[in-house]
């Protein structure tokens, strides 16, 4: 009899080990497929090609004077001349912004016979100005940008700054990519599941890439804080979405 009871015994202990077995593999199977270290990652990306809408042009001139005064009415001469400029070619006065006037002093050394400076000597004052357009008009105000000759013959010292091109709606434009990619990824962990013999489970993971603004058909870096090209008026703007499903 005491024989009996320890088979009997025995097989209980037996069934369960294997009833322990069966739950903690089902566990970890389940663990697999739906934590955060498993399932299948795949990273989408988006990309569009926009032309600016927004062009800002800076441009800059000086005047140098004996007195202040006299440097003073040279400028002023010129902002006006410049402000005329641009209204003729269709600038408006809300798309201008002149800049305050900085002043500087001008000096000059003395040298004796021998090389040595003897002196130091105020001879008079530089004046600059600063001029901004800003204009939804990009054709416009690049044409102007490009040809400052009426300027330039009418004495006027001035530099002009390379146009700095954007575009008003990039937020609508973000958002639309970020859709794409988060689509192509989707497509991509979809496809990979299928050939495994799996299907998509729950969404465990997504990361937003940064968002990338290069000139348009050139080889522009991207950087691994985000690109932002104002250079060219015609960019394209790209971004990736990372995904990580789990497989049932």
């Given amino acids: 009899m005491k024989e009996y009871k320890g088979i009997i015994i025995a097989c209980i202990a037996g069934i369960c080990a294997i009833i322990c077995v069966t739950i903690m593999t089902g566990n970890l199977v389940s663990y697999k497929k739906t934590s955060g270290g498993g399932g299948i990652t795949a990273t989408g990306s988006a990309s569009c090609d ?7 042009w800076r441009g800059s ?6 007195t202040t005064q006299e440097a003073y009415k040279i400028i002023k001469r010129d902002a006006e001349v410049i402000r005329k400029y641009l209204l003729d070619n269709g600038v408006t006065e809300d798309e201008m ?6 002043i500087s002093q001008r000096w000059e050394s003395e040298y004796n016979e021998e090389g040595y400076e003897i002196g130091v ?35 006027v010292e001035f530099t002009s700054d390379a146009p700095e091109y954007y575009y008003t709606k990039l937020d609508e434009l973000k958002l639309q990519l970020i859709e794409e990619a988060t689509v192509n990824a989707k497509e991509r962990i979809d496809i990979m599941a299928a050939g495994t013999g799996g299907e998509t489970g ?5 990361n937003l890439g ?3 603004i290069t000139a348009q058909n050139t080889n522009s870096d991207y950087s691994y804080g985000g690109a932002f090209d104002t250079s060219s008026r015609n960019k394209t703007a790209s971004i990736t979405v990372r995904l990580n499903y789990s497989v049932e």
């Fill in 50 to 56: 926009f032309e600016s809408d927004l062009i800002v």
């Fill in 61 to 66: 001139f000086t005047a140098y004077g004996t």
């Fill in 97 to 102: 912004i002149f800049g305050s006037v900085r």
């Fill in 121 to 155: 000597y105020l001879v008079g004052y530089d004046l600059a100005q600063e001029i901004q357009v800003t204009s939804n008009d990009v054709d416009k105000v690049d044409a102007i940008s490009r040809d400052i000759t009426q300027l330039i013959e009418s004495d």
């Fill in 202 to 206: 729950k969404l465990l993971n997504a």
């Fill in 210 to 212: 940064v968002f990338q």
